[in-house]
Every structure is written in structure tokens, then in C-alpha cells.
């Protein structure tokens, strides 16, 4: 990836020199670089094609239709989409995500580590806490400060291999990110454009706490030790037949996200009052 981007970058510094890029253009350049890359390198090779198409996937209790992606024997990404999705950029998704052998794990929504948003999740008991995260290195990333927010639809652990865990959840405002108070770091998916690269990893390490409680923006994990890019090809005619209106009125509004403080909160509020 490094390379696709400093190339893409090279590219890009070219026409600007040449005051053939107006500033605004700039991002969308750079990724149209980065697809024709990937597509490039598709064309080239069979195997690597395939991870682009989308593997249909229905949740057997939701009913939910999603174009998947498995770009890891040990992950599965999914996407269900607002019906205009290809003609008008969508904001907001339905998300599969499903790890195996893995202690945690995550996805990029902009293909690389850094100035993208990532999202970690991890299983705690018997549920998947998740936690959007956001990097300008590669060292433990920050909680993201944007107005992502991730509500969960549902959530399996395996009550015997507790390293296999799926989460469906609505993710809204997730397919553009501001961390705020950092200049420069804006990003966006273009859902129009039909394609996407993403990025995916895998930690085999535990989790770790500072404290005593279990909250997901406060987890601390190592490096991954598995991670990877590839794209995604979105399908008009599956997000076009998608029931989009009919599947995020199953979602209830629930984030999870461990034991972040909220007593502490409420009892804060009470002592206030007093
Ligand atoms: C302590 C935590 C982390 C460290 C030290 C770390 C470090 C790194 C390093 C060194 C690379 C480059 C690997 C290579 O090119 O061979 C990388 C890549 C990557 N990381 Fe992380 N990472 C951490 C956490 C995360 C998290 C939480 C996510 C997402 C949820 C993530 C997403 C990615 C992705 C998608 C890549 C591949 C694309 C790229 O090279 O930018 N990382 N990471």
C-alpha cells in the first residue's frame, strides 16, 4: 500500500505542479489511482480477482442481503446499502463482520491504517464490543472523535471458541471522517464510484486494559499481526433489490461498548444535583 499511495501521490504532485489539479480534486484523483491499481492488478491475476467480487451472504435471522468479502481465510466483511447508493453517495451502511482465530480485529473504510477510519472489535464475554479508532501512525491508533456511531443489530460469540464472533450493525456517518481538531485528515468513501478499498486485520494477541474496567475505547491492543488491502466491487443490481428501508428499522439503537463509565456519569450528575 505504501507504494500504491506514494505512487498515486507522485502522480498527483505531477499535475499539480503543472496547475492541472484543482486542490478539491486532489482526493478523488488519488483514489481513482489507487482503484485503477487494484484493478490493474486484478486483471493480472485470476485469484486476486475474485476478492474483488462480492460473495452474497444472507443472515439467516435478519433476513439481511449482503454483498461480502472475504479477504482472509479468518475474515468476512459485509456491506448492505441504501437503494441509490450507486447514483447518490450513501453516508451511512450495514455492516457484517465476522472474524475467526482472532482476539480482535478491524477494518479500515479507506483501505490504509493511517487517516481513515478504522473500526476494532473484539469479543468480552458474550458479546463483540467495537470501537472506532483513528491513526496517524502506525503505534496503538486514538479513539476516533467524528460523529461515526455504530448501533448493533446482532452479535454472536462462540460458546466454544470464543475467538469466532460476528457482529451486523448500522453504521452511520461512517463513510466520511473528520477527526476533529487535526487539519487535513479528511476522507471519504464514494459509494458511487462502485468501488472500494478497504483494509483488514487481525490481532492473535489478547486485549488489555489500564484499569479494571472492560471498555472498548479504552482497550489496548499490540500490533496486528495479520493485515491486509483489497477492493470491493459493489453490485448495482444487489443494493438496488436490497430492502434498506425494511432492515435498518431492525436496528434498536444499541451501542455496545463495554463498561465505558456511564454510573460514573449518572452518579456525577446526581452528586451535582445535591
Ligand atoms: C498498537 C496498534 C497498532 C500498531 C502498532 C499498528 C502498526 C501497523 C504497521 C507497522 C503497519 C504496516 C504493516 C506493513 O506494511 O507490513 C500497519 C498496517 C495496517 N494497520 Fe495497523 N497497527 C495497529 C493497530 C491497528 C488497528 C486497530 C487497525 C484497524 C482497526 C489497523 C489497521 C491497519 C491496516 C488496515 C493496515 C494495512 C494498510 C496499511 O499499511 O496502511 N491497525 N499497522
Known amino acids: 500500500m505504501w507504494f500504491v499511495d ?13 496547475n492541472l489539479l484543482p486542490t478539491k480534486l486532489v482526493s478523488l484523483t488519488m483514489r481513482f489511482l489507487k482503484a485503477s491499481f487494484f484493478a490493474l492488478v486484478a486483471l493480472l491475476s485470476t485469484p486476486i480477482l475474485s476478492q474483488f467480487e462480492h460473495i452474497p451472504l444472507t443472515d439467516p435471522t435478519t433476513g439481511i442481503v449482503f454483498q461480502s468479502w472475504k479477504p482472509s481465510e479468518h475474515v468476512t466483511f459485509g456491506l448492505a446499502l441504501p437503494r441509490d447508493a450507486l447514483s447518490v453517495d450513501a453516508g451511512e451502511f450495514i455492516g457484517y463482520l465476522s472474524c475467526t482465530s482472532s482476539k480482535w480485529c478491524g477494518i479500515s473504510l479507506g483501505g490504509g491504517m493511517l487517516s481513515s477510519l478504522l473500526l476494532l472489535a473484539y469479543p468480552s464475554g458474550s458479546q ?4 472506532f479508532r483513528w491513526a496517524t501512525d502506525y503505534t496503538l491508533p486514538v479513539v476516533y472523535t467524528g460523529d461515526a456511531k455504530l448501533t448493533q443489530i446482532s452479535s454472536k460469540v462462540n460458546s466454544t471458541a470464543e475467538d469466532d464472533y460476528e457482529i451486523i450493525f448500522r453504521c452511520k456517518n461512517c463513510l466520511k471522517w473528520v477527526q476533529k481538531g487535526e487539519e487535513g485528515t479528511a476522507g471519504a468513501v464514494s459509494t458511487r464510484e462502485g468501488f472500494l478499498v478497504l483494509g483488514w486485520v487481525r490481532g492473535l494477541q489478547e486485549v488489555g486494559y489500564e484499569g479494571e474496567r472492560k471498555c472498548a475505547d479504552e482497550v ?3 500490533q496486528h499481526e495479520k493485515q491486509g488491502i483489497f477492493g470491493a466491487e459493489l453490485d448495482g443490481g444487489v443494493v438496488k433489490e436490497g430492502k434498506w428501508e425494511e432492515w435498518v428499522g431492525l436496528d434498536e439503537g444499541r451501542e455496545v461498548k463495554g463498561d465505558c463509565g456511564e454510573i460514573k456519569i449518572c452518579r456525577k450528575r446526581y452528586e451535582g444535583r445535591d
Not at 6 to 18: E, G, H, K, Q, Y
Not at 128 to 131: K, M
Open 220 to 222: 489496548l491492543v499490540g
Open 6 to 18: 506514494n505512487v498515486s501521490m507522485r502522480i498527483v504532485d505531477a499535475f499539480r505542479v503543472l
Open 128 to 131: 463483540v464490543l467495537t470501537s
